[in-house]
């Protein structure tokens, strides 16, 4: 007998699946380790072949094993290496999954059109063309949109290609090898990689329903950080917003630590449009140490690449003049399809419903979430929600063989604590209808003891 089969503990697909995760995790099965065949599993604990193939199914559903036809089963290696580290946990394998609350995306039925946006562009392209490598970075009419919606008068405001491009960008003007970056946590997988990729050290700070804790936050600057991270809305992954009086009392205490002048503050406003909150930003006590990033991915569509960043002239001139020696500048073209978009009147009506829509399926599925006993610790806004569960790896393994996928809660956690809540992510946003019955596969996976009435509607039995 295989060593690792004697620790498989219980004969439901379920349980077998469980235990089998369990050791992925831990490593006892590495990448591309061999499984044995399901008769041979089922032979040694004693279950029906169908048992165990349905234990495979959920596992491979969850991304942990792959089927290779004749050669078997194996524990799937990381098949993006193209991908960031804690990016790789997150990319997923759609095909697995019916019902993919995993990604963190929009709705793609919920972006405004683009066709009028792109004939309206393509009408005027030929006076429109660029004719010089060095005309402004930032078209004129685009900037003044931009400048009348920013949460505070910044004296430059740019644009680059999405809010990682810009998160980026900002952490390599001011962080040098050896810096701490105070960051959420939980917070943005694709942060911590870029923190890490610069050499600096993260620092965490812990949420609640308004964001960073300011006790918290005083505590890490205490650690003499030249960099803050924080997403003021719709904080991903748990959908927090930040009111004015939360920022008012981070930028409180920032000022008045011994070490706070040195700090500048990155601000990640990602889904904006499609929040509910109102505009907020420590820019506004803070505008020489603060670097505000709007982006119009989850709003507009995440293919236009686009986000507006601004702060203060020193830094983001710093910026524009280091992009001039890679990409130069963001497409003109993309800035006048943006600049359309934003001012169109039914692309606004568009973006607004979305923002209705998303802010229903939030109510929605807390709502029913909350009739089987599970509950966010935040209010979410935005697409995410944030799921206590008993166990990350079960919860995982019992939604992949319902056909359901989340993300694993782990991969958020700026550093690991033994014995910490688990969680998942689920993009809320995604679950269009059948609610009460995704709720209710949500909280089977995510109860340790499941109530005994608990059943799943047909559509995800």
């Avoid at 393509?122 to 009348?148: F, K, M, N």
């Amino acid at each position: 007998m295989h060593s690792w089969i004697q620790d498989i503990d219980g004969s439901s697909p379920r349980d077998i699946a469980a235990s089998i995760a369990r050791q992925i995790t831990s490593g006892e099965l590495a990448p591309g380790d061999r499984l044995p065949t399901v008769r041979e599993v089922a032979g040694e604990i004693g279950v029906s072949p169908a048992t165990v193939s349905h234990a495979w199914q959920a596992l491979a559903r969850a991304g942990l094993i792959v089927s290779r036809g004749r050669a078997g089963s194996f524990v799937r290696s990381t098949d993006a290496a193209w991908l960031p580290p804690r990016t790789q946990g997150l990319a997923g394998h759609p095909g697995d999954a019916r019902l993919d609350l995993s990604r963190g995306t929009p709705d793609p039925l919920l972006l405004p059109g683009l066709a009028r946006a792109l004939a309206r562009v393509s009408a005027g392209a030929q006076s429109a063309q660029t004719s010089s490598y060095h005309d402004l970075p930032l078209i004129p009419e685009l900037e003044r949109v931009l400048r009348t919606a920013w949460p505070y008068p910044a004296e430059a405001i740019t644009v680059v290609d999405g809010a990682l491009d810009a998160v980026s960008r900002a952490l390599e003007s001011v962080v040098r090898f050896g810096d701490r970056v105070i960051v959420e946590s939980p917070g943005f997988p694709p942060f911590f990689d870029l923190i890490d990729a610069l050499g600096a050290e993260r620092v965490p700070v812990i949420l609640d329903d308004d964001g960073m804790l300011p006790a918290s936050l005083a505590a890490a600057l205490g650690t003499h950080p030249s960099a803050i991270i924080l997403q003021p809305r719709a904080q991903n992954p748990t959908g927090a917003s930040m009111p004015r009086a939360r920022a008012e009392e981070l930028a409180r205490v920032i000022r008045a630590h011994p070490n706070g002048s040195q700090v500048t503050v990155i601000e990640d406003d990602h889904s904006g449009q499609i929040s509910t909150s109102g505009d907020v930003s420590l820019g506004e006590w803070l505008p020489d140490q603060v670097l505000h990033v709007r982006s119009f991915s989850k709003s507009h569509g995440p293919d236009l690449r686009i986000a507006a960043l601004g702060g203060p002239t020193r830094i983001v001139d710093r910026i524009v003049a280091r992009r001039m020696l890679g990409p130069g500048w963001t497409s003109r073209m993309t800035q006048r399809i943006l600049y359309d978009l934003l001012t169109d009147g039914q692309s606004i009506d568009e973006v607004a419903e979305a923002r209705r829509q998303y802010h229903t399926r939030q109510r929605s599925l807390a709502t029913a979430l909350g009739i089987w006993g599970v509950a966010s610790p935040v209010r979410s806004d935005g697409i995410n929600t944030w799921l206590p569960v008993a166990d990350e790896r079960s919860a995982l393994v019992q939604l992949a063989a319902v056909g359901i996928r989340v993300a694993a809660g782990s991969a958020f956690m700026a550093t690991d604590v033994p014995g910490a809540p688990a969680f998942v992510r689920v993009t809320a946003g995604m679950v269009r209808d059948d609610t009460t019955e995704v709720a209710s596969a949500l909280a089977a996976a995510a109860l340790p003891h499941p109530p005994g009435s608990h059943t799943l509607g047909s559509r995800w039995s």
